[in-house]
Every structure is written in C-alpha cells, then in structure tokens.
C-alpha cells in the first residue's frame, strides 16, 4: 500500500485547510484509514480515523467539531477537513492504513503510512 498525503500549509487561526491521502495497492480496501499528526519534541497522535467500508468515523477529542474525516471510494482518497484551526494544531500529519477494519487510536495498530504534510497555523 502506498499513500500520499498533500494539501498542507500555513494558515492563520480559525482558518480551514483540506488535507488528502491517495491510495493504492489491492489490500487497503477494507482496512480502516487514519490521520495523525506530531509536532516538535512531541509523540505522535490520533486526529481521526474511518473505517472503510461503511465510513463511520471517530475523532480525538481535541478536535471534535472542528474536523471531519471522509473517504472516496472512487478515488480511492482520504480527506481530513480541518475548520477553525488553531495554533496547537500545528504540526506534520500523516494518514496511516490499519491492520484491521476498525478504526484505532494506536499508531502501533496501523501499517502503512504516508510520508506527512506540515500544517502550521498562526496566532
């Protein structure tokens, strides 16, 4: 499995970004996908992550309401919607394919990553 994450950048708190992750390899379709982020000099944390099939999603409490992660089957693409950005959600995100198809909050649980996307939001 190979996956691409694109859209990060610098933006100003409050405002939005859309990150993506393209998809590819035979395997991936029925695993659950994920999006984590780390900042400097911190360990690397759950966002939100969707099961495949049926898309049902689960989020971080931190950003709860503030983002939505879907998926396209079509184009085999993860999308993490990112509103009212805040300075503490600077960092470099990465989407991750899990072992299973159930959604995880472990980065132990997912198997495949992507190379990261930096999001820096001002003050």
């Known amino acids: 499995v190979q996956l691409q994450a694109s859209g990060g950048g610098l933006v100003q708190a409050g405002g939005s970004l859309r990150l993506s992750c393209a998809a590819a390899?035979?395997?991936?379709?029925?695993?659950?996908m994920g999006w984590f982020r780390q900042a400097p000099g911190k360990e690397r944390e759950f966002v939100a992550a969707i099961t495949w099939t049926f898309a049902v999603p689960s989020y971080a409490d931190s950003v709860k309401g503030r983002f939505t992660i879907s998926r396209d089957s079509v184009q085999n693409t993860v999308f993490l919607q990112m509103n009212s950005l805040k300075p503490e959600d600077t960092a470099v995100y990465y989407c991750a394919s899990a072992r299973g198809s159930t959604t995880q909050v472990t980065p132990s649980a997912y198997v495949y990553w992507g190379q990261g996307t930096l999001v820096t939001v001002s003050s």
């Open positions: 390899g035979r395997t991936f379709r029925k695993n659950a």
